[in-house]
């Protein structure tokens, strides 16, 4: 299992970016995807996650403001974060989901692409 | 604030036994939902450490072991060493407007 995240870089407050990842090693349609970001020095939270179906889910702190999207053909994961804010400054990693008869948990990570949001 | 607390560091000594514990609400762990714990090495991405409260994943160390109780969680790790120094986090459902997938704060382990 690989994922690699690309797509990252500086961005103006009010800036729009789109992040992928790109997954090999497992059959990407039959999982569901999350992002996770980690702020410099600080803690992991969650940001997004998508269903094998599409169905998509965000907390309130970016809901309206990201969008998370899949291309199963292309094996691929994308972010798209309008109205950046420097609240979004972070290092963001794409997960997949995978669970053991209960809820889900993360089990692989990519490496991650750091966001910088500032003038 | 996150919804899971840990407690921000704690420390042993090489060969020890530590614990880091997880603590939630009704709403998440106390409402049943399984805990997950990572480790995060320095300058690397998190890695899969415990799942569905007290499974190792292949290739983690027998050293690791998970448990959870009422509304906490708590991360055990016995004959401590030098390269278990890193940031550890719990995960788990939340079912309020928090979640539904929430993080504790992270603990730092540091090996004396």
């Known amino acids: 299992v690989q994922l690699v995240e690309s797509g990252g870089g500086l961005v103006q407050p009010g800036g729009s970016l789109r992040l992928s990842c790109a997954a090999s090693g497992f059959t990407f349609s039959n999982y569901a995807m999350h992002w996770v970001r980690q702020a410099t020095g600080k803690g992991l939270e969650w940001v997004s996650a998508?269903?094998?179906?599409?169905?998509?889910y965000y907390p309130g702190s970016v809901k309206g403001r990201f969008t998370i999207s899949r291309e199963n053909a292309k094996n691929s994961l994308y972010l798209q974060m309008n109205s950046l804010r420097a609240g979004d400054t972070a290092v963001y990693y794409c997960?997949?989901?995978?669970?053991?008869?209960?809820?889900?948990?993360?089990?692989?990570w990519g490496q991650g692409t750091l966001v910088t949001v500032s003038s | 604030q996150s919804v899971l607390t840990q407690p921000p560091s704690v420390s042993g000594a090489p060969g020890q036994r530590v614990t880091i514990s997880c603590t939630g609400s009704s709403s998440n762990i106390g409402a049943g939902y399984d805990v997950h714990w990572y480790q995060q090495l320095p300058g690397t991405a998190p890695k899969l450490l415990i799942y569905?409260?007290?499974k190792r994943p292949s290739g983690v160390p027998d050293r690791f072991s998970g448990s959870k109780s009422g509304t906490s969680a708590s991360l055990a790790i016995t004959g401590l060493q030098a390269e278990d120094e890193a940031d550890y986090y719990c995960q788990s459902y939340d079912s309020s407007l928090s979640g539904p997938w929430v993080f504790g704060g992270g603990t730092k382990l540091t090996v004396l």
């Open positions: 997960a997949r989901a995978d669970h053991d008869y209960g809820d889900y948990y993360f089990d692989y």
């Open positions: 998508i269903g094998p179906a599409g169905d998509t």
């Open positions: 569905g409260n007290s």
